[in-house]
């Protein structure tokens, strides 16, 4: 599909559609609880149904009642067939581990674009454990032999991807021996595996872990059936309040100010820009501002790398986006994408391994190519709104975490024409 967007005038008020990571989080934990819980307002978007349809091979009940799932689980059984886990890194990586739980054979698959994101060293760690699993270099392809799981230590790098570590931590308490999780460092995106670690509390789940987040302890315990609510998503938010920043006023809804979810860090990082942002008790609202450029460590939230780019090609002077390589192994190399989509729109880019610097000006409109990836289709999105003339091809990403998207722009006054394939 591919979307056109004309100069703009942005206002409005929107609610953040829930959380992907949260969602996952709460149907995994659900998923392990003998019982029936409750996932009240879950993410429907690719990922989050991914994730349904692969715990449902393996004998997890799911139904929707109103706006809530309803999930039955702690039994599972040999799937009928492959496990096909779309495009969805978190459904790939948490089922890989949740499959050493289930009796038999279970042969995970994915989408093309995951071919290319780690998950091997998370293989090794569960064989560590005594998991039969196995992978094919350059596939994600994962083959696992499961049943009772023991348990032990194992070790992971820290510096990969934190889903390998909630991986691990989502199965610990279904060891019969408990487990031992050692991080090598650096330990990056820490606040997502905080966030596993406040999602399996809420289904009974205690985790002892050093201050540093380098190694976790688990005994062996039993996950209890809960009603779990996900919390809005501060990443698709991330869009909405940098659309009013460059071009209007949005008010965004349905966030948690106090949340552990690490892309949060937009609201600090349109106030460090000068961006007129005010929190109210029940939304953020983000008004149009002159913008300074940008110096921000981003290893903690890599996923606001496209965001924060695009905020930077419109600032005054040069922005310096450091702790950004682990955007190289997302759904596109994040860092190839934005430098070809900046410079398509004539901003300066210089990129180093860890590093981009990009010099502010008056972005033009461009063609930008996607890559099927929904951060980068959505990011160029707000330059388009600003300059006008701006084409996103493969514009139908966006429903791998937020369908609604190009429906909510139009709503806030963007003007956008989409070819309808």
């Known amino acids: 599909m591919r979307v056109t967007i004309s100069q703009s005038t942005i206002s409005g008020r929107v609610a953040a559609p829930s959380s992907k990571s949260y969602t996952l989080r709460g149907l995994m934990c659900a998923a392990l609880a003998s019982g029936q819980s409750e996932i009240e307002r879950p993410l429907y978007a690719d990922d989050t149904e991914a994730g349904c349809d692969v715990l449902k091979k393996i004998g997890v009940g799911i ?15 040999r799937p009928d067939s492959e496990l096909f886990c779309r495009n969805s890194a978190g459904t790939l990586r948490f089922m890989t581990a949740v499959c050493s739980l289930v009796p038999g054979t279970c042969r995970l698959t994915a989408g093309l674009s995951l071919s290319r994101r780690p998950i091997a060293p998370l293989v090794v760690a569960l064989r560590q454990l005594g998991v039969n699993c196995t992978t094919e270099a350059g596939t994600a392809l994962v083959t696992v032999e499961g049943g009772r799981l023991e348990g032990g230590t194992a070790e992971l790098p820290g510096d990969i991807s934190s889903q390998l570590v909630s991986a691990l931590l ?14 090598t460092p650096p330990v990056e995106s820490r606040p997502y595996i905080q966030m596993t670690l406040d999602c399996m509390k809420k289904f009974g789940i205690r985790v002892n872990h050093s201050p540093d987040y380098m190694k976790f302890t688990v005994k062996p315990q039993l996950y209890k059936p809960a009603r779990y609510r996900a919390e809005g998503d501060w990443s698709s938010a991330s869009y909405l309040l940098s659309l009013g920043a460059l071009a209007g006023e949005v008010y965004v809804s349905n966030l948690n100010r106090d949340s552990l979810q690490a892309d949060r860090e937009i609201s600090a990082f349109l106030s460090l820009m000068g961006a007129d942002v005010k929190a109210g008790s029940d939304h953020v609202r983000a008004k149009k501002s002159a913008l300074k450029a940008l110096r921000a460590d981003l290893s903690n939230c890599i996923d606001l790398l496209p965001t924060a780019a695009v905020l930077a090609a419109a600032a005054q002077g040069e922005s310096i986006l450091s702790g950004i390589s682990r955007a190289r192994l997302k759904e596109s190399d994040r860092v190839a994408a934005v430098k070809e989509g900046l410079k398509g729109m004539g901003i300066t880019v210089r990129e180093e391994k860890d590093t981009m610097h990009i010099t502010g000006g008056k972005p033009a409109g461009g063609i930008i190519d996607s890559k099927g990836d929904h951060r980068i289709a959505m990011a160029f999105s707000i330059l388009g709104v600003l300059a006008g003339n701006t084409v996103i091809e493969g514009a139908e990403c966006v429903s791998k975490t937020y369908p609604d998207f190009w429906k909510v722009l139009k709503s806030l006054g963007g003007e956008v024409v989409s070819d309808g394939q």
């Open 63 to 77: 139904y929707e009642k109103g706006s809530s799932w309803i999930v039955s689980g702690g039994s599972f059984r």
């Open 170 to 183: 989502f199965i610990a308490p279904r060891a019969s021996q408990g487990m031992t999780i050692e991080l």
